[in-house]
């Protein structure tokens, strides 16, 4: 397995809607894994293929001891009933702000082996799966943030804040060397 390098905001890739997965192969099972990997030492929730520079309908997610990767994933149905959270992104190191989400979502896709699945998603995981969903379409979590908040946020962003965020990331070793050490 390999680390992938995480994209940042203003990466053009990030406002790309990424294309349907056709082929379910070796090469995307590895991919799948590489995300993981990747998704675990930046110590997110979820990653989406475009984050790390591949435009594949495909994103990866970890909550309560479960974790896996979707792949051609659709929001089938969300509940009325929404959350206003803290939200963050691995493309936005350091950044998080209130967002609002449904509560649940029922969402139908495939396996990285072409399986169909079918899940319904509750809390936490419902907003990890429609934030991903998001990044497949080339919608980032900011552009659900209140006025305010994307205010605050971009000033942050100028400022320089993600740059030295992700360099801060970028510089820790991976998970199992830093429990070497």
Same mark, same amino acid.
């Given at each position: 397995?390999? @680390?992938?390098? #995480?994209?940042?905001? *203003?990466?053009?890739?990030?406002?790309? &809607?990424?294309?349907?997965?056709?082929?379910?192969?070796?090469? @995307?099972? &590895?991919?799948?894994?590489?995300?993981?990997?990747?998704?675990?030492?930046?110590? *997110?929730?979820?990653?989406?293929?475009?984050?790390?520079?591949?435009?594949?309908?495909?994103?990866?997610?970890?909550?309560?001891?479960?974790?896996?990767?979707?792949?051609?994933?659709?929001?089938?149905?969300?509940?009325?009933?929404?959350?206003?959270?803290?939200? *963050?992104?691995?493309?936005?190191? *350091?950044?998080?702000?209130?967002?609002? &989400?449904?509560?649940?979502?029922?969402?139908?896709?495939?396996?990285?082996?072409?399986?169909?699945?079918?899940?319904?998603?509750?809390?936490?995981?419902?907003?990890?799966?429609?934030?991903?969903?998001?990044?497949?379409?080339?919608?980032?979590? #900011?552009?659900?943030?209140?006025?305010?908040?994307?205010?605050?946020?971009?000033?942050? #962003?100028?400022?320089?804040?993600?740059?030295?965020?992700?360099?801060?990331?970028?510089?820790?070793?991976?998970?199992?060397?830093?429990?070497?050490?």
């Amino acid at each position: 397995m390999a @680390l992938l390098p #995480i994209r940042i905001f *203003g990466d053009p890739v990030l406002r790309t &809607r990424a294309a349907e997965v056709e082929t379910f192969d070796e090469a @995307l099972a &590895r991919l799948a894994e590489d995300m993981l990997e990747t998704m675990r030492w930046a110590e *997110g929730a979820g990653l989406a293929a475009n984050q790390v520079g591949v435009l594949k309908r495909m994103f990866t997610w970890a909550h309560d001891e479960e974790s896996g990767a979707l792949v051609n994933p659709e929001v089938v149905e969300t509940s009325e009933e929404t959350v206003d959270d803290d939200e *963050g992104c691995l493309s936005f190191p *350091g950044l998080f702000y209130p967002t609002e &989400r449904p509560l649940r979502a029922r969402v139908r896709g495939r396996d990285v082996h072409g399986e169909e699945l079918d899940t319904v998603a509750e809390g936490l995981r419902a907003r990890i799966f429609l934030h991903e969903l998001d990044h497949l379409n080339g919608i980032l979590f #900011i552009d659900h943030l209140a006025r305010h908040d994307r205010k605050a946020a971009m000033k942050r #962003i100028r400022a320089g804040e993600l740059e030295e965020a992700a360099r801060r990331r970028d510089a820790m070793p991976p998970l199992d060397e830093a429990a070497e050490a």
